[in-house]
């Protein structure tokens, strides 16, 4: 695995693992559930080794990752019925390529415009709930891997 000392990404330092929880595996990347559930199955799908740019990756594991991200939309779709996914995949600050994977639902925020990366009233749910809502991410997810 490639890693960065002082990605984001690749350390998973604190600051980190206040916003998300690792999810799963898929292929060629890793899931993370964002804790802020203001727009239910909000996700973000890093690729598995660190490089800055999509077009840095070679051809073979590109082609899965974009595999993986629309696996992980997919899913989305089936399990919170958005009425729009966005896909955020920005890194200025942040280099380590990933897509934040955004359900968008008419008329709650956001809708029309680039999804709010922190809302001002962020939903997080309780324990049990995240646990309930990230096992049954996990389970479709590695169901339509193995079956897809």
């Known amino acids: 695995m490639i890693t960065e ?3 984001y990404y690749c350390d998973r330092n604190e ?13 060629v990347s890793k899931v993370f559930y964002c804790k802020d559930q ?9 690729f598995q080794d660190h490089y800055e740019e999509i077009y840095q990756i070679p ?9 993986d991200v629309c696996l992980l939309a997919e899913t989305i779709k089936d399990l919170f019925h958005p009425d ?5 995949i920005y890194g200025d600050e942040c280099r380590h390529v990933h897509f934040t994977i955004c359900p968008k639902y008419k008329g ?6 680039p ?4 809302p001002e009233n962020r939903v997080f749910l309780s324990e049990e709930e995240n646990k309930e809502r990230m096992d049954r991410m996990r389970e479709a ?7 897809g």
């Open 5 to 7: 000392k002082g990605c």
């Open 15 to 27: 600051n980190f693992r206040e916003l998300l929880f690792e999810l799963c595996d898929l292929r």
């Open 38 to 46: 203001t727009l239910p199955g909000r996700c973000t799908i890093m």
């Open 59 to 67: 051809k073979k594991e590109r082609d899965l990752y974009l595999d």
């Open 84 to 88: 729009k996914i966005n896909y955020g």
């Open 108 to 113: 709650k925020i956001g809708w029309g415009q």
């Open 115 to 118: 999804f709010i990366m922190f």
């Open 141 to 147: 997810l590695l169901s339509r891997l193995n079956h």
